[in-house]
Structure formats: C-alpha cells, structure tokens
T-cell receptor
C-alpha cells in the first residue's frame, strides 16, 4: 500500500527566510510520482511541483524546489525567500499503484505554514 | 486552463436527507475523483472513476455512492446524510496516465457540507 507521512502539523517561518516541509513516503512500486499542493484559506488546491521516481535531478519551480532522496524515501519541499502569501496548508502526495488504481493520488495529512513579518 | 466546477460552495442538509454533490470538468479527462478533507486527516479518497459508467471504491466509500453517466460529470451521492459526513468535499480530474506520470490532479474549489 502507498503511504505518505508529513510529520509537521505546523511550521513557522519569518518572511524572506527559507523553509523546508518534510514528506516521507512508502511504496513498493518502482515507478511513482511525487507532488506538492498548496491550499490557501480560500480552499482551492494549487499544484506546485512534481518529481518522478526516475528523475535524476531535483525538481525546481521558481521559489519551490523538491529535495528528493530516493534511498531515504523522502521528498521535502523547500520554499526559498518566504512571502506572507505563502501562508497556507501544504500537502505532499504520491501517485503509484497498479491497474485501475493508476492515476489516483495518496495524500499526507498536511503541514500548516505560517509566514510572519 | 482546466476547469473543474463543483455546483455548490456551501451546503447545509439535515440528517437522513439524500444529498447530491455535482462536479463537472471541461477538459475531456478520463479520470475523476472525489476526496474528503478533514482537519488533521488530509485528503482521503472516497470514489474514483476512470471511464463513463465505471467506478472504483477508494479508501472510505462507506455511506457514499457515485454516478458517472457522462464523461464530464461525476456525482457524489450521500444516500442518507449523517452528521459524521460533515466535511469538505473536493472533486478532481486528470487524463489517463501511468504511475510515473507528471500530470497533476486538477481540483474544484470544494463543497463544504454541514449535516445537522
């Protein structure tokens, strides 16, 4: 079974500082994908970044980067130069599985990030 | 841009009522999903569908059913609403893909359902 673990229910960071949100996963599938989503207080789910299990390099998207350590089964999100607008819930998710379960995402419980001035 | 539209943003229903949550996507996606979001529990999959009239149970299907008569529409049905079904419900869609696919799920804005 696929499992995603986010151990930080809440994180605080000062504006302009970098912050790392932790995510570990468990799967026996050789091929899988890892995703991060942001959910502001308005509720919409915003896709941030993706890392494939066979990707050789860590994914980056603007101020977001993914610290992918395959042997440790971790996929931490790094946000550089935090902004007040980064305050939100962040979810780590994984796609894996076989057959008809292909395509679904398994989500962690989320980390609430608060950026203070 | 992909658009996933959920018919209601807020809904208040009484215990025992039959409740329909509707979701429509405009990108001809094969896959559609219903997730439930509760504080401290993240998103949990209720049902998903990979084709018209096809459905698969997710992790928490009890008390729910779904309907997919047309490709663009996926309905979640609470046959007899109960207070423990008070939650945020999120619909999502994606094209058909493999496990390593980079295509994300596209979510609607959610329906916050309160059962009293």
């Amino acid at each position: 079974a696929q499992k995603i673990t986010q151990t930080q229910p809440g994180m605080f960071v000062q504006e302009k500082e970098a912050v790392t949100l932790d995510c570990t996963y468990d799967t026996s599938d050789p091929s899988y994908g890892l995703f991060w989503y942001k959910q502001p207080s308005s509720g919409e789910m915003i896709f941030l970044i993706y890392q494939g299990s066979y990707d050789q390099q860590n994914a980056t998207e603007g101020r977001y980067s993914l610290n992918f350590q395959k042997a440790r089964k971790s996929a931490n999100l790094v946000i550089s130069a935090s902004q007040l607008g980064d305050s939100a819930m962040y979810f780590c998710a994984m796609r894996g599985g076989r057959g008809s379960t292909l395509g679904r995402l398994y989500f962690g419980r989320g980390t609430q990030l608060t950026v203070w001035p | 841009d992909v658009k996933v539209t959920q018919s209601s943003r807020y809904l208040v229903k009484r215990t025992g009522e039959k409740v329909f949550l509707e979701c429509v996507q405009d990108m001809d996606h094969e896959n559609m999903f219903w997730y439930r979001q509760d504080p401290g529990l993240g998103l949990r999959l209720i049902y998903f569908s990979y084709d018209v009239k096809m459905k698969e149970k997710g992790d928490i299907p009890e008390g729910y059913s779904v309907s997919r008569e047309k490709k663009e529409r996926f309905s979640l049905i609470l046959e007899s609403a109960s207070t423990n079904q008070t939650s945020m419900y999120l619909c999502a869609s994606s094209p058909v893909q493999g496990a390593g696919s980079h295509s994300p799920l596209h979510f609607g804005n959610g329906t916050r359902l309160t059962v009293t």
